[in-house]
């Protein structure tokens, strides 16, 4: 066992992921909505300069319906979601109490700064939740706890022997 204090973090940053935006009528004829895309309105920036959880983070008013027969003119993969940053830290205390037996105290903070993570927004043009958030990262990922919800802090001790 190792005396004294450790400190450790890790800290992620990534760009925003590709938001799948696809038109949620069948304009083409084609009977089914895959790969259905609306069009891109020219000069309207498609991301709300102040997005929040409240307004959503696409602007509805940057698409529009293609005409009939057609498909829309937005390219795939042309619009990304919100950036990712999370930072975990932790801080331990190894005590040596005898000469095989020792303590460790340790405290971890999962999402120190509580700094806000969301899932994709709705990517489906024409529905009520379109550039609308509704998850989290890591509850959309099926995995509570992954990273990206609020700050968790987590205290343990450890006798070893």
């Given at each position: 066992?190792?005396?004294?204090?450790?400190?450790?973090?890790?800290?992620?940053?990534?760009?925003?992921?590709?938001?799948?935006?696809?038109?949620?009528?069948?304009?083409?004829?084609?009977?089914n909505?895959?790969?259905?895309?609306?069009?891109?309105?020219?000069?309207?920036?498609?991301?709300?300069?102040?997005?929040?959880?409240?307004?959503?983070?696409?602007n509805?008013?940057?698409?529009?319906?293609p005409?009939?027969?057609?498909?829309?003119?937005?390219?795939?993969?042309?619009?990304?979601?919100?950036?990712?940053?999370?930072?975990?830290?932790?801080?331990?205390?190894?005590?040596?109490?005898?000469?095989?037996?020792?303590?460790?105290?340790?405290?971890?903070?999962?999402?120190i700064?509580?700094?806000?993570?969301?899932?994709?927004?709705?990517?489906?043009?024409?529905?009520?939740?379109?550039?609308?958030?509704?998850?989290?990262?890591?509850?959309?990922?099926?995995?509570?706890?992954?990273?990206?919800?609020?700050?968790?802090?987590?205290?343990?001790?450890?006798?070893?022997?």
């Amino acid at each position: 066992m190792k005396k004294g204090w450790q400190l450790g973090a890790i800290v992620t940053a990534q760009t925003g992921r590709p938001i799948p935006i696809e038109d949620s009528d069948d304009n083409s004829g084609r009977y089914n909505h895959y790969n259905q895309r609306p069009d891109r309105v020219a000069s309207v920036n498609p991301i709300l300069p102040h997005w929040s959880v409240a307004t959503g983070y696409l602007n509805p008013n940057a698409f529009a319906q293609p005409a009939d027969g057609t498909f829309g003119n937005l390219g795939r993969n042309a619009i990304f979601g919100p950036k990712y940053a999370n930072t975990d830290f932790s801080v331990e205390k190894n005590t040596k109490i005898y000469e095989k037996v020792g303590t460790q105290l340790r405290a971890e903070f999962f999402n120190i700064f509580n700094h806000p993570n969301f899932a994709q927004p709705g990517g489906s043009y024409g529905s009520s939740s379109f550039g609308q958030f509704s998850q989290t990262p890591d509850v959309a990922q099926g995995n509570p706890g992954l990273g990206g919800g609020p700050r968790v802090i987590q205290l343990a001790l450890r006798i070893e022997f």
